[in-house]
């Protein structure tokens, strides 16, 4: 059964996932540190991890259950290389498909991101996700989970 790990500290797409569970056939699984605790109930047959607050942890805790054919959820570059090199499918929550040949960009851009912040430039957060963002999740969801089975 498909697999999909959830890195749920801030991800904005959980309902998304778990209204889609039943039609991807998938086992779904939300890890997250105990600093970041949900509030809503979820569907019983919903695993959640928690795990002890502290940097990366939700991390290392996914990139140590996460297999080849399995989704991971997350916007951590750092998870998407690390699972990426063991076969799984990673999708961030703007619903793109991390690929492994394009790591190595995506790392420049966010280092360069940083440096830029350290700098003082700061720019605004994320836009209030719409309901095409919604669509674009799902539809790369949809074919992750169809490159897997």
């Known amino acids: 059964m498909l697999t999909i790990y959830i890195d749920a500290d801030a991800s904005p797409v ?18 997250h540190s105990r600093s970041h605790l949900r509030r809503d109930a979820l569907p019983k ?15 290392y805790e996914i990139a140590g ?4 054919g399995d989704i991971v959820i997350t916007d951590d570059l750092g998870l998407a ?14 619903g793109k498909l991390i690929q492994h040949q394009e790591m190595d960009l995506l790392l420049e851009i966010r280092h360069a991101a940083q440096k830029e912040r350290r700098r003082g430039k700061y720019r605004s957060g994320p836009a209030k996700r719409t309901i095409e963002d919604e669509k674009a999740f799902a539809a790369s969801l949809r074919k992750a989970a169809a490159d897997c089975t």
Do not use: Y
């Open 45 to 59: 047959d919903v695993q959640v991890i928690i795990v002890e607050s502290g940097p990366d942890a939700a991390d």
């Open 65 to 68: 259950r996460a297999e080849k």
């Open 81 to 94: 290389g690390i699972v990426l090199s063991g076969g799984v499918k990673v999708v961030n929550s703007s």
């Open 14 to 31: 959980v309902k998304t996932v778990l209204s889609m569970r039943e039609e991807l056939k998938a086992r779904v699984v939300l890890v």
